[in-house]
T-cell receptor, first 112, second 112 residues
């Protein structure tokens, strides 16, 4: 019954090696978000899509990119992961005009 | 000063106690307020969502908003060990381009 599904749950990547995290949703929500959450910190918004319109937060590093090929799927690409990019990455969705966000279980990224 | 302040805890209480979790905020434009629960290594789960000042109850949970004091609370009655988690407040306003402003979360421990 999972509505926002993130894969993989755990990802280990090498320093500098590109990595892609994926998110899919069965809610048919217009808005999809990617957040980065480090230990004991609030989620930090990286970017969001309103339908196909991409919105990048001003302080999101250029190293982070995103793609949304259709309503159901969204990807987070980290082009050259550094040790500081190790974190939990959370995908969330919400519906137009509705403000509460529904989260996936997250992908915990380890950079070695 | 952060827009949303939340005591990180940990807050440790015995099973059965009433728990009070709080956030203060500085932006009087915030219109809606949410509480999320996050278990270790999982994504946040929406617990309560309210627009207005006053109380909203859902089972053992009561969310309280005091816009005049810029203060929100989450009360948990008859607390259970399964309530042990981090509780994050989040808030926003309609023109915020879907961005939520998050508290850092309070870690709650319910001792059997």
């Amino acid at each position: 019954d999972a509505m926002v599904i993130q894969n993989p749950r755990y990802q280990v990547t090498q320093f500098g090696k590109p990595v892609t995290l994926s998110c899919s949703q069965t809610l048919n929500h217009n808005v999809m978000y990617w957040y980065q959450q480090k230990s004991s910190q609030a989620p930090k918004l990286l970017f969001h899509y309103y339908d196909k319109d991409f919105n990048n937060e001003a302080d999101t590093p250029d190293n982070f990119q995103s793609r949304r090929p259709n309503t159901s799927f969204c990807f987070l690409d980290i082009r050259s992961p550094g040790l500081g990019d190790a974190a939990m990455y959370l995908c969330a969705t919400s519906s137009r005009g509705v403000t509460e966000a529904f989260f996936g279980q997250g992908t915990r990224l380890t950079v070695v | 000063q952060k827009e949303v302040e939340q005591d990180p805890g940990p807050l440790s209480v015995p099973e059965g106690a009433i728990v009070s979790l709080n956030c203060t905020y500085s932006n009087s434009a915030f219109q809606y307020f949410m509480w999320y629960r996050q278990y270790s290594r999982k994504g946040p789960e929406l617990l309560m969502y309210t627009y207005s000042s006053g109380n909203k109850e859902d089972g053992r949970f009561t969310a309280q908003v005091d816009k005049s004091s810029k203060y929100i609370s989450l009360f948990i009655r008859d607390s259970q060990p399964s309530d042990s988690a981090t509780y994050l407040c989040a808030m926003g306003y309609m023109d915020s381009n879907y961005q939520l402003i998050w508290g850092a979360g309070t870690k709650l421990i319910i001792k059997p």
